[in-house]
């Protein structure tokens, strides 16, 4: 009898295992949302988007509504052009199963819609009992990191009901406030995650599998931006690392060889990422004795007081041998991982795999709420190579003890606030709240120089506790995205700038190219091929065009129209206008007959310039970086200055140009401008690299090096040298304080410079380069004194009697002041007559 019972109640535990086993394997159904449409739509991946009504709650009240405009960055009107909108607590319900872990994507696109104005709309979204977002403006949100629309993706822990319920809340603190979303996901996940070691607390780790998450970041490490499409399975979307490199210090970036073939392992399937994520890497580069000196570093923004998950993605795709290459990885200045090496961790070259490090992120006073990446050779290892490799990094947000997820509103820059007043004023004072354009995205975002993003972070806790925190993905998500309109008003471009601004249609430009002939293109750059053209039946321009297959370059693209728009002067690059259709963009400047200085100076089978002429460029050069600095409405800093970006007419006259990097301070009393670090190695300030803290002393030090650069005409880096000469700046600072730099100039200048003139020169440069840029002489005394060694070139004796002490400085000549009102030709005039009249008693 006894059997029988436990042969029967074996049976029923084995009947309740089966059923466990089969609810638990049973497939949730993926949801993809159209939300407010009548009916079923196709994005532009090709993915099929359903109508949402019958997964509302019955009793709710809803309605549907069109966006009142398109923005171009856009990348489909589905599901952004029609929404939901819930003026109460309203909820849908999805049936899921109860043991499958579920990606939950919300997309929202702030525009007007039955109008509601969507900086009126302010909400929260909670999901089976997690609070997502709370007091959230997707309005503030899209203006203050000019973009198009928001995605927010979240991983949720099982619905143990078996339904999903997502409440969306309109906010009881703000007047008209309602909620609305444009599409949804639901889709079912692997459970991808697991336990994560806790950066500075020795076995210690945070439990992962338990908490819901937020996607912060997800990057394809040198490589391309990834769509949801091309994902692997699980339709995430990947984008491009550089934006988030801090300093100079990019590496290099490889892909696997054609021969090489990427398996996955039990460790990294392809649930982990695609293939195309270990198929490209970045890595330092191939000098040691430079990648012993510095960290290959990302920076993040995120919120403060959460943990946060970060998993780093390898494969190695050159060596093959362990300790080839030994790395350690740091997280906030923590050590997280000593000695990695990818391949002891997957025993062969071309096998992916992937760590979690978890770490806390606390608010400090004074700091920055950030994540910061580097990874640094393992010198004690002493590796075959000195470097460092990663192919992907994702970062989660995890849950707190209360179940929340819900960062705070970014804030929008005062600068990014006044400019855009100015732009809606401009534009024939529309009524509309800046309606779809600007709630849209760029449009409405103008000037980008102006727009510093430097989301002010202890602007903090204004009301419900709004900070700056930048916590979404991605920050750049229009850099993926096709115009879908040919409107001359790009969605890139403030209103005012475009109407500065010629703008180009697309067949003008094909045609003043030969249809982009190759045997026009005068220049390649990061940006794209540069090409000589002609324009309205004879005039030569320069046509930049971006490359079509690059992730980069919009930033820089609506940078250079912004600044150049506004600015013009004799000494700074014209831009004549501009192209945004079908994808495209294309700047248009006036045709620099003569090219780069640097084709001038070295490595090249043109004529050597004489001494005069390299001075008089330079004269040039720094009446153009003189008036960004202080005859403009801001200060502006051009953050890459260097013998690449000073451009020479079929005059000879020195033009400043490539703004793409340019910074705007909002005043003349702005001491710095924090930023993250970006330059041209070799010319970026130390100082500026150090502290993060831009001023326009950073353009003096650059300009430094571009002075010893035309005189000894020699590369600013040159690593095939011995490493005491590897810099151009120290190298030349030591010459100069040990007595030697006439040995190091150009051989072509020998005996045909004035020593006084050198003297003054050299003194000047070796000024810029200060290592402090408190103790670096403005771009105005640095003018003063070329135009003084100019003086000393030719009229030696003239100059000598007068001139100033050598501690003098622009206050102490109140006749170089330029006012903001002085136009184009003046400034350089009045400059030079008055020194004249100084030097030349005959111009008396």
């Not at 079923?40 to 993915?47: A, L, Q």
Request: glycine share 6%; proline share 4%.
């Amino acid at each position: 009898m006894k059997s029988k019972t436990h042969i029967f109640i074996s049976l029923i535990f084995l009947c309740l295992t089966i059923n466990t086993i089969q609810a638990q394997n049973k497939t949730s159904p993926s949801y993809v949302l159209d939300c407010g449409a009548s009916g079923d739509g196709t994005d532009s991946d090709g993915r099929k988007w359903t109508q949402d009504t019958k997964f509302l709650n019955s009793s709710d009240k809803t309605a549907t509504a069109k966006a009142q405009s398109q923005d171009p960055a856009l990348p489909s009107p589905v599901p952004y052009m029609t929404a939901r909108i819930f003026t109460s607590p309203s909820s849908y319900m999805f049936p899921v199963s109860p043991a499958t872990r579920l990606w939950l994507r919300l997309h929202f696109y702030p525009s007007t819609y039955n109008n509601l104005f969507a900086l009126d709309s302010y909400f929260s979204v909670v999901a089976d009992g997690f609070t997502l977002l709370k007091n959230f403006s997707a309005f503030i949100t899209a203006e203050a990191l000019t973009q198009a629309y928001i995605v927010r993706e979240f991983s949720l822990t099982p619905a143990i009901s078996g339904k999903l319920n997502v409440t969306f809340i309109p906010s009881t603190e703000h007047n008209r406030s309602f909620a609305f979303v444009n599409g949804i996901e639901v889709i079912p996940m692997p459970d991808i995650f697991q336990p994560a070691a806790l950066v500075g607390f020795n076995d210690q780790s945070v439990d992962v599998n338990s908490s819901s998450l937020q996607t912060m970041i997800r990057l394809n490490v040198g490589g391309q931006y990834i769509s949801a499409t091309k994902d692997s399975g699980l339709t995430r979307t990947w984008y491009d690392d550089s934006p988030y490199i801090f300093g100079a210090g990019l590496g290099v970036t490889f892909h696997a060889d054609q021969n090489a073939t990427i398996k996955y392992s039990t460790d990294a399937s392809k649930e982990i990422a695609p293939l195309d994520v270990y198929s490209t890497a970045r890595s330092m580069g191939g000098n040691p004795e430079v990648n012993k000196k510095y960290n290959l570093t990302w920076v993040f923004q995120v919120d403060a007081n959460f943990t946060y998950v970060l998993r780093f993605h390898f494969c190695e795709l050159l060596f093959t041998k362990v300790n080839q290459r030994s790395f350690d990885i740091y997280i906030n200045n923590q050590t997280a991982q000593h000695g990695a090496d990818v391949i002891a961790w997957s025993g062969s070259r071309g096998v992916p795999v992937y760590k979690d490090f978890a770490i806390y992120v606390s608010d400090q006073v004074g700091v920055d709420d950030q994540i910061w990446v580097a990874l640094t050779p393992t010198v004690s290892m002493n590796p075959e190579f000195m470097d460092a490799i990663l192919n992907g990094l994702e970062i989660f947000k995890v849950n707190d003890s209360s179940g929340n997820l819900a960062g705070p509103n970014p804030v929008p820059s005062d600068m990014l606030l006044q400019a855009e007043a100015k732009g809606r004023s401009f534009s024939s004072g529309s009524s509309s709240h800046v309606i779809g354009g600007v709630a849209g995205g760029i449009a409405g975002c103008a000037v980008a120089a102006v727009v510093v993003i430097t989301v002010s972070k202890k602007r903090k806790r204004m009301n419900n506790g709004q900070s700056s925190g930048i916590n979404w993905l991605p920050l750049y998500s229009h850099s993926h995205t096709t115009a879908q309109s040919t409107n001359s008003n790009s969605s890139h471009l403030s209103t005012l700038a475009a109407g500065f601004c010629r703008h180009f249609s697309f067949s003008e430009i094909k045609h003043g190219t030969k249809n982009f002939n190759e045997s026009l293109v005068i220049g390649v750059g990061g940006f794209g091929k540069v090409y000589k053209g002609v324009i309205d039946g004879g005039t030569k321009v320069a046509i930049k065009r971006s490359n079509p297959s690059s992730e980069q370059g919009i930033t820089e693209f609506q940078t250079e129209i912004e600044m150049l728009s506004k600015l013009r002067h004799k000494h700074l690059v014209s831009l004549i206008g501009f192209c945004e259709e079908d994808g495209e963009m294309i700047l248009v400047y006036d045709y620099m007959a003569n090219g780069t200085l640097r084709e001038h100076l070295y490595e090249t089978n043109k004529p050597s310039l004489s001494w005069k002429q390299r001075l008089d460029i330079c004269i040039g050069a720094a009446r153009g970086l003189h008036y960004l600095h202080t005859g403009a409405k801001y200060t502006i800093i051009h953050r890459d200055v260097k013998t690449t970006n000073i451009l020479l007419d079929d005059k000879w006259v020195a033009k400043v140009s490539d703004f793409g990097l340019s910074k705007t301070g909002s005043d003349l009393n702005q001491t710095h401008v924090s930023t993250v670090v970006k330059g041209s190695f070799g010319y970026l300030d130390p100082e500026y690299f150090r502290r993060q803290q831009l001023t326009e002393k950073s353009d003096v030090y650059s300009f430094g090096v571009v002075l010893f650069e035309v005189l000894c005409a020699r590369p600013a880096l040159n690593p095939s040298l011995p490493k005491e000469q590897i810099s151009l700046a120290d190298w030349a600072l030591l010459c100069q304080r040990k007595g030697t730099l006439d040995e190091i100039i150009d051989p072509q200048l020998k005996g045909k410079i004035n020593p006084e003139c050198l003297k003054k020169f050299a003194d000047t440069a070796q000024k810029c380069l200060a290592d402090h840029g408190l103790h670096r002489p403005s771009m105005g005394d640095v003018l003063w004194n070329l135009e003084f060694a100019m003086q000393l070139q030719e009229n030696p004796e003239a100059a000598k009697r007068f001139q100033l002490p050598e501690n003098n400085s622009e206050k102490d000549r109140e006749t170089l002041d330029v006012v903001e009102d002085t136009t184009e030709g003046e400034v350089d005039e009045h400059m030079k007559a008055i020194f004249q009249q100084l030097v030349n008693s005959s111009a008396r």
